[in-house]
């Protein structure tokens, strides 16, 4: 299996602060590495697929980058709706595994 | 826009069958551009794959569930389905449906149900 960390797993910050969060991998994926944001008792929302694509509707403030095994997802100035969870999870190996989370709080 | 449904009973004795079907609606599960899979979370933890099918019934599941695990498609009341056999404490969790973008994004689930809660408890 592919494991998956994140740092941090947890994150306070204030609106209008620029956030970032690391996915790291155990062996490459490429660029297959998804994001996910999940809000308390909500499903998963796909926010950046193939490591840097913005899938449709998500606000241009997200951002991804990364190949290989390290990744990071940008929120360029954080906003009141984005407090939430955020995952990465890679889809190179036919076993998908998610990323343990990373809380996005408000300071 | 689709929309999935997750749909079964909440409460699964140890030992037994846990069943969930998913609805979809505002799009046809034959689209040749998804797979249709299931995720759980158990409580306060991540994400977990369970696995995926294809409309024609090719299915991919995940090695640690792999002999307990099925999942199967209904073309013409366009459902899935999740079954899970000889469950226990440990396969409570909150279940998932969700597509999965075959072409445009491999592997990323772009539309999700809301999830349904099954315990494992006698």
């Known amino acids: 299996d592919i494991q998956m960390t994140q740092s941090p797993s947890f994150l306070s910050a204030s609106v209008g602060d620029r956030v970032t969060i690391t996915c790291r991998t155990s062996?490459?994926?490429?660029?297959?590495l998804n994001w996910y944001q999940q809000k308390p008792g909500k499903a998963p929302k796909l926010l950046i697929y193939?490591?840097?694509s913005l899938h449709g509707g998500v606000p241009s403030r997200f951002s991804g980058s990364g190949s290989g095994t390290e990744f990071t997802l940008t929120i360029s100035s954080l906003q009141p709706e984005d407090f939430a969870t955020y995952s990465c999870?890679?889809?190179?190996?036919?076993?998908?595994?998610f990323g343990p989370g990373t809380k996005v709080d408000i300071k | 826009q689709v929309q999935l449904q997750e749909s079964g009973p909440g409460l699964v004795k140890p030992s037994e069958t846990l069943s969930l079907s998913c609805t979809v609606s505002?799009?046809?599960?034959?689209?040749?551009?998804?797979?249709w899979g299931w995720i759980r979370q158990s409580p306060g933890k991540g994400l977990e794959w369970i696995g995926i099918?294809?409309?024609?019934?090719?299915?991919y599941y995940n090695p640690s569930l792999k002999s307990r695990v099925s999942i199967s498609v209904d073309t013409p009341k366009n459902q899935f389905s999740l079954r899970l056999n000889s469950v226990t404490a440990a396969d409570t969790a909150l279940y998932y449906c969700?597509?999965?973008?075959?072409?445009?994004?491999?592997?990323?689930?772009?539309?999700w149900g809301q999830g349904i809660l099954v315990t494992v408890s006698s």
């Open positions: 969700a597509r999965e973008q075959k072409q445009l994004a491999p592997g990323a689930f772009d539309s």
């Open positions: 505002g799009g046809s599960i034959t689209n040749t551009g998804h797979y």
């Open positions: 099918v294809y409309y024609n019934g090719d299915s």
């Open positions: 062996q490459s994926v490429e660029n297959l």
């Open positions: 193939e490591a840097s």
């Open positions: 999870q890679q889809s190179y190996s036919t076993l998908f595994t």
